[in-house]
């Protein structure tokens, strides 16, 4: 059976992911893709790819059906369900509400749209992978590449125009021309040695809000560099006035109502770096996200002395998210872009007011192809 | 388990078909075909045919269906396509005796194909006509774009319902099907070009351009047309509205195609009831070994399981073609039959006629879902299906069963088969308010139409009529039109006078 | 003692000696011991009816040594605030509370929102034995959040110190 199905499988895909994109901003800033992952899939509520029809609303509408129960009961409609069971094929124009993306196809999507530069792994040691993928079709290559279906469908083409094709009796004979070839390019991945140390301040003036921006943010930064380095390892600082090291669910479920000394976080994060993480085998990520009400100078200083000497010097990025809160947000960040930015290229800054923030800052904190 | 082959298909081909003609089934010569699941669903998404045109939402049903399958969440036993040979599809993976169940009804099915009055006019060679369509949206792809030809696609789709569903004759007023289509109305002054020149000379923008002002002259004429409410709006815009000949060509395949695919649409619960029945008269007493019944019975009753809540064409269907036949046997039918209001005696009532094969070869050749309902379903039927009517409560938003009364059941279940369960439409004035823009009459019967689902679609309209569009309709017991004029969608209330 | 008709006296005499001319730019400033109290205020200006201050500190100079006792002062202090003091147009909520640092901080809730900008009062409590009172406001423009004066009539702000001298106990 030769049919071009592919064609019009690969137009859908692209008119979803354009769609994706027309409306990215939307996604990033509402958060509705999250609980909406899977392992490798994530699906996207997409209203707009469905066909317009004039058709009944529910008002007057009815049916019949069959079982229990007595005039006023509620029944369950089809309408309910249509997404699962049925008779599969012979319901033209279902409504599709929901698309599904690979991980990594949203990964590309967000990666054009906020136009982010593929990462550079880090120089000294570097341990490059490299992997043959096979990336296309062409018309020329090895016959241990013969492409059979594409050879064969090209050769259905030519038939069906030509008009050498009898549907009544099929036969399908590829001549040189027909001939197509899988192409492949051999690309180099980045070592997949990486990790994302997430650091969250969670003192008492940190309310959901703020937290459930934090969640966002990580989970757009997740996304991004789980597609540029396979197999990312990913660890969670929380603090207040004192730090510890927490699961991924408790990251963002956390209640604390402490006071605010930063340094504790740094010094953390520090040790976790120095332990676990030689910096000429890893590719070191590390955000922080606080209302920048940090208690004291004193302690101000303090991180500043931590991120020079013990940080930044083994990191991809420290990137450090103001998430303002209910009174507004504190003068953390003028601290750092004062003392610690000036000419560290690895250090991100990003001021977000609220959620609507979060493209751009997401934009500030991956666009340095870091 | 061993696979099937194509060889073990072939060996019980000539046995399942001889049993099917015995019982008296006629039908086209069947082709079987063993498929796997990824074809199977390319070919559902293709609406059973190997080649459509291009075009994005096939794609999109091959998405669905085949992660329905990898989920398991749906599964296609069979495909049959109404041509002339019959195309049947069997899944590789079935075990045998699937495919019998599976092959014995699609004998059914192509009976029915053959026999069915709503099938008379379908065109048994629309395998050759898809792939005839296909060829000429590529050729549009490859003149005008891809873009263009799509996005015009995606126009016709949404009023593609907005046909005569319930006569089967397909109007040619306009030859809309014929190689190259050209637009018969189409006056504009071309110069002789060659085909792959044409769109050098005679530029598209500039064709429209003329057709526009040729339209607007014809309107100062007519103050108001058509005659009479046309059904057929599909018909109408390739008659009236501007278009380049690519797009009206495109505007008739899609008509074409949705004219094909209506009787199925409209026979649903017969199709499906003729064919299991017959597959269950099949195999219990001629086909099933002693070791296959077990496996036989779970797959039938899957077929013809009830689920709560909503309606499976396969068992209404099913059951309606045998309470027919049982009442034909006993001579349940009639005025005295009628008249008799002894529950007791109707029971009973057993005159021995043997009419019901007879009778239901009859009513597969004469019927749609909705005489079929409208004939044959009684009041005794409903109680023992224990059948209820629901309906939309809009206080609290909800469905509810509303009665299990034989006349609410009746009404209810006619209204969702009429118009494939459609609003009916028709074009009331394509020179409304003597300015050239288009009215459409929604027929109010007792269901609203969808508010935000009419402006979507009105603007769609707007881009095939480029001038204000309208539609009439009734909303809370008001008549109102919903207004597009190419920036606002609007409503506005009728004054009745 | 009302501590606060006592500091409002300081207050006024201090506005009157001042010799300064241009008074409207200077802020005054008085420290001020009175029983086991330290009394620190920086103020703008103080007329018949009103006062425009910049920040309140009062310090019971007892220290709490004992650190589970300092510990249930801190709690009982930050309830005791969004309980009962009750003379400000804005009430107060516990917002941080540091157990490390024996450090209590406390907001007006909701804080008072205009044009985009953000106001509230802040109290800060050190030791169980400190108190710290200003105003801040966010700036939208600016993005970041500074101190500001607050304008209390002199009745609320007598009441403020009497109410804080309590709660310091």
Known sequence: MLMHIDNDYNRFRQIIKGKIKDNLRKYISNGEMIGRRGKDLISIPLPQIEIPRFRFGNNGQGGASEGEGEPGDPVSTSDDDEEGGGQAGNKPGQHLKEVELTLDELAEIIGEELELPRIEPKGRKQIISTKDKYTGISRVGPESLRHFKKTFREALKRQIISGQFNMERPRIIPIRDDFRYRSWKTTSLPQSNAVIIYMMDVSGSMWDEQKHIVRLETFWIDTWLQYQYKGLTTRYIIHDAQAGEVDRETFFTVRENGGTVISSAYELCARVIEEDYPADEWNIYTFHFSDGDNWSREDNKACAEILRERILPSVNLFGYGQVESTYGSGEFIDFLEENIKGDNENVVLSYIPDKDSIYDSIKDFLGKGK | ?497 | MNYGKKILTLMRNARSNSQQPDAKQKYFYIQHKEDNYQFQIKFKDIEKYGVVLDYLSITNMTPIMDVNQLNEALEKQADDIQKNVDCLPESFRLIEMDRQNKRVQLRSYPPRTDDGSKYYFEIVLDEGTKSHFQRYQFSREKKRYGKITSQLTTDAFEDLINQLVRILG
């Open chain 2, 1 to 497: 388990m061993k696979s099937i082959t194509q060889e073990d298909i072939a060996v019980l081909q000539p046995k399942i078909e001889k049993i099917a003609a015995d019982y008296g089934l006629d039908f086209f010569p069947v082709i079987f075909e063993l498929v796997d699941y990824d074809t199977v669903s390319q070919l559902a998404a293709y609406g059973g045919f190997p080649v459509r045109y291009p075009h994005w939402r096939f794609g999109m049903e091959y998405d669905q269906l085949s992660k329905g399958y990898r989920y398991g969440l749906q599964k296609i036993y069979e495909m049959v396509i109404n041509t002339n040979p019959c195309y049947a599809y069997l899944m590789k993976s079935n075990p045998l005796v699937d495919q019998k169940l599976v092959m014995a009804h699609v004998y059914a099915h192509c009976d029915f194909f053959k026999n069915n009055y709503y099938f008379s006019h379908t065109n048994r060679k629309m395998i050759d006509e898809m792939a005839n369509h296909a060829i000429r949206v590529r050729r549009y792809i490859d003149q005008v774009g891809l873009e263009a030809v799509e996005e015009f696609i995606d126009t016709c789709l949404t009023l593609e319902n907005l046909i005569d569903y319930h006569s089967p004759y397909i109007k040619r007023q306009a030859d809309v099907t014929g190689n190259g289509a050209v637009k018969p109305s189409s006056k504009v002054a071309k110069l002789r070009s060659k085909r792959y020149m044409e769109k050098y000379i005679n530029p598209p923008e500039l064709i429209e351009a003329q057709l526009e002002e040729q339209r607007a002259q014809q309107h100062e004429v007519q103050l108001s047309f058509p005659n009479e409410p046309e059904r057929d709006v599909l018909l109408f815009l390739m008659e009236h509205a501007p278009m380049a000949n690519w797009q009206y060509d495109v505007l008739g395949i899609i008509r074409e195609e949705a004219y094909y695919f209506a009787p199925q649409g409209m026979t649903k619960i017969m199709n499906e009831g003729w064919a299991t029945y017959w597959h269950s008269k099949m195999m219990t007493e001629k086909i099933l070994e002693p070791s296959e019944v077990i496996d036989y019975a779970e797959h039938h009753s899957g077929t013809i399981a009830n689920h709560p809540g909503r309606l499976n064409p396969y068992r209404m269907g099913v059951l309606l073609f045998q309470n027919i036949e049982e009442r034909w046997n006993k001579g349940q039918f009639g005025k005295k039959y009628d008249e008799c209001d002894d529950y007791t005696v109707k029971k009973n009532w057993n005159k021995n006629l043997g009419l019901g094969r007879e009778k239901i070869f009859e009513v597969r050749q004469h019927y749609n879902d909705v005489t079929f309902i409208d004939t044959f379903l009684t009041e005794e039927f409903c109680r023992e299906q224990n059948l209820f009517s629901f309906a939309y409560n809009k206080g609290n938003k909800r469905y509810e069963i509303e009665s299990r009364e034989f006349h609410y059941i009746k009404q209810r279940l006619l209204q969702s088969l009429t118009n494939l369960g459609q609003p009916i439409i028709r074009v009331l004035n394509g020179n409304y308010a003597n300015r050239g823009e288009l009215l459409l009459l929604h027929e109010f019967e007792s269901v609203e139409l969808d508010k935000n689902y009419a402006s979507e679609t009105l603007r769609n309209l707007y881009k095939l009529w480029k001038r204000p569009v309208h539609i009439q309709t009734k909303l809370d017991d008001k008549d109102i039109t919903w207004d597009y004029d190419g920036k606002d969608f609007k409503q506005t209330r009728i004054s009745n006078n």
